[in-house]
């Protein structure tokens, strides 16, 4: 899997998790249930993963949504 968004923005990983599963891009928002560990206070990011195959078209996708300078690294 590879990482493609690192955020706290609840409705930023929502929103391209949701443009990627309309594309047909299989996707996961990890870290999601750190929040009780942490007591619900958003300081834990969470992490938007794809396929490592898929990654080229999700990162196209994201970047075409406007989503570009939300995008890390492809090294990560």
Do not use: H, W
């Amino acid at each position: 899997m590879k990482e493609l968004i690192r955020a706290n923005d609840a409705v930023l990983l929502s929103y391209a998790a949701s443009l990627l599963k309309d594309a047909g891009i299989p996707c996961l928002v990890a870290d999601q249930s750190m929040s009780i560990l942490e007591g619900s206070l958003g300081l834990l990011p969470r992490r938007l993963l794809v396929e490592t195959e898929r990654e080229p078209a999700a990162r196209r996708l994201l970047f075409d949504a406007g989503l570009g300078a939300e995008l890390r690294d492809g090294d990560d």
